[in-house]
């Protein structure tokens, strides 16, 4: 069964930086898109970036500029990205998921970052 295992997230001060990582295992294949979301308490979960395995990268605006998508294409990694998150802002506080695929793909179990003030 293929699994997408995030790690990377923790507790950062306004300003800092976080690399987040997602890994699948079990796959056999390239996913076309991965990307990572997040909810913070009491919103809806947000595209944050999106990465496809050929083309452009995409990024929501509130995070332009400060974080970097990209992912590993090495012939043994191709199910592999990151997430370097930098400026970190208070409002960037949330669970950070893994996706394969869009919305109807597959999901990680979400890593929690947190943004002091």
């Known amino acids: 069964q293929v699994q997408l295992v995030e790690s990377g997230g923790g507790l950062v001060q306004a300003g800092g930086s976080l690399r987040l990582s997602c890994v699948a295992s079990?796959?056999?294949?390239?996913?076309?898109?991965m990307g990572w979301f997040r909810q913070a308490p009491g919103q809806q979960r947000e595209l944050v970036a999106v990465?496809?395995?050929?083309?452009?990268?995409?990024?929501?605006d509130s995070v332009k500029d400060r974080f970097i998508i990209f992912r590993d294409n090495a012939k043994n990694a191709k199910n592999t990205v990151y997430l370097q998150m930098n400026s970190l802002k208070p409002e960037d506080t949330a669970v950070y998921y893994c996706?394969?695929?869009?919305?109807?793909?597959?999901w990680g179990r979400g890593t929690q970052v947190t943004v002091s003030s």
């Open positions: 996706n394969a695929n869009g919305e109807e793909g597959l």
């Open positions: 990465a496809p395995y050929i083309g452009r990268t995409n990024y929501a």
């Open positions: 079990g796959s056999t294949f390239t996913f076309n898109t």
